[in-house]
């Protein structure tokens, strides 16, 4: 059974750099997209971005400028950064497993998600 | 403000059955597939509907989910008390350089 666990500082200054990185165990990343999640307190879900095993990014494009995921397949893992981040970007931060892809129209859902983890901008 | 509109709440009485509605557009519901996900208090999203209709295994039957042009509908029957959680629609946009899209999210209380 996959499971997803995200890591990282829990505690980001403002204008530095958030990241954060998602273990995958019990399954392989091949074949599948990888997304990350966040979710400011009080709030809903906001979409960040995704990366596919082979490396192919899309990010959101609110936060694309700022924004990186990466893989590692070796190590089963893909990554998260955010740059010059502000109290805005405060938020409990998800990876999950996707399925997507495109037959006449766009499928694109999260099946396995990890716990999630608290990230605080706060100087 | 999401793209896709969810009524922020929602509620019900123990065997009642409820709907939650979410509104797109062309761009996204109206050529995608709409997911659903269930958040219970404290807890990570969970995939309860994809591909408009279909139950990942081992959610219940009770849950069921429809699409109608750029609207879609998740159908809780014979309500419990532990379906009192955060329920958000999802489709993917093709606008920009595509992007996934999260309803903003409705609440559903069990009275």
């Known amino acids: 059974q996959v499971q997803l666990q995200e890591s990282g500082p829990g505690l980001v200054k403002p204008s530095e750099t958030l990241s954060l990185t998602c273990s995958v165990s019990?399954?392989?990343?091949?074949?599948?997209?990888w997304t990350w999640i966040r979710q400011p307190p009080g709030k809903g879900l906001e979409w960040i971005g995704y990366?596919?095993?082979?490396?192919?990014?899309n990010y959101n494009p609110s936060l694309k400028s700022r924004v990186t995921i990466s893989v590692d397949t070796s190590r089963n893992q893909f990554s998260l950064k955010l740059s010059s981040v502000t109290a805005a970007d405060t938020a409990v931060y998800y990876c999950?497993?996707?399925?997507?892809?495109?037959?006449?129209?766009?499928?694109?859902?999260?099946?396995?998600w990890g716990k999630g983890t608290t990230v605080t901008v706060s100087s | 403000q999401s793209a896709l509109t969810q009524p922020p709440s929602a509620s019900g009485t123990p065997g009642q059955r409820v709907t939650i509605s979410c509104s797109g557009s062309?761009?996204?519901?109206?050529?995608?597939?709409v997911n659903w996900y269930q958040q219970l208090p404290g807890t990570a999203p969970k995939l309860l509907i994809y591909?408009?209709?279909q139950r990942p295994s081992g959610v219940p039957d009770r849950f069921s989910g429809s699409k109608s042009g750029t609207s879609a509908s998740l159908a809780i029957s014979g309500l419990q008390s532990e379906d009192e959680a955060d329920y958000y629609c999802?489709?993917?946009?093709?606008?920009?350089?595509?992007?996934?899209?999260f309803g903003g999210g409705t609440k559903l209380t069990v009275l």
């Open positions: 990366i596919y095993y082979t490396g192919s990014t």
């Open positions: 019990g399954g392989s990343m091949t074949s599948y997209f």
């Open positions: 062309n761009s996204n519901i109206g050529s995608n597939t």
């Open positions: 591909s408009n209709n």
């Open positions: 999802a489709a993917w946009d093709d606008s920009l350089n595509g992007r996934e899209l």
């Open positions: 999950a497993r996707t399925m997507a892809g495109k037959v006449h129209y766009y499928y694109y859902h999260m099946d396995v």
